[in-house]
């Protein structure tokens, strides 16, 4: 099975470092997948928050998830630490699209490359709606 290659470190615009912890290590004894899905939405949702982007109890809109994915090239273990690095690959009028690295601390090579999509709603509506220029503003740091 051919595929594209993984983005490298120079690909991304924000980072954030993260470590690994006891229960991340599955039976094999490396990192569990599911474990990257946490990663990508701490690393989204901080960068959304330190942003002003997303206030959770009253935000509006309000994103939400609906498509995440995940490809793998290297085990990553307990004890470590992993940077995350986080890039705006589609921006939608209703929706944004990231992409995320994630680098063993010590490593030029990605161990994995996710994508994570939320859709932006109307907090009680829960219908699409346009993202605001000001959040679009924003989220172009990422391009």
């Known amino acids: 099975m051919s595929r594209q290659p993984l983005l490298g470190r120079d690909a991304y615009r ?8 006891w229960a ?19 690393l989204v949702n901080s960068w959304l928050i330190a942003q002003g982007l997303l206030d959770i109890e009253h935000g509006d809109p309000i994103g939400l998830v609906v498509e995440t994915g995940c490809r793998y090239a290297a085990s990553l273990t307990y004890p470590g630490s992993v940077d995350l690095g986080l890039r705006l690959d589609r921006l939608g009028s209703s929706s944004v699209t990231y992409r995320i690295g994630v680098f063993a601390a010590d490593s030029a090579e990605p161990a994995a490359e996710g994508h994570f999509s939320h859709v932006y709603v109307g907090r009680e509506s829960r219908r699409p709606v346009p993202l605001p220029q000001a959040w679009r503003d924003r989220l172009e740091l990422l391009a």
Do not use: E, I
């Open 24 to 42: 991340d290590n599955d039976v094999y004894g490396h990192v569990n997948n599911t474990v990257h899905y946490r990663w990508f939405d701490t």
């Open 14 to 21: 924000h980072w954030q470092t993260l470590p690994t912890q």
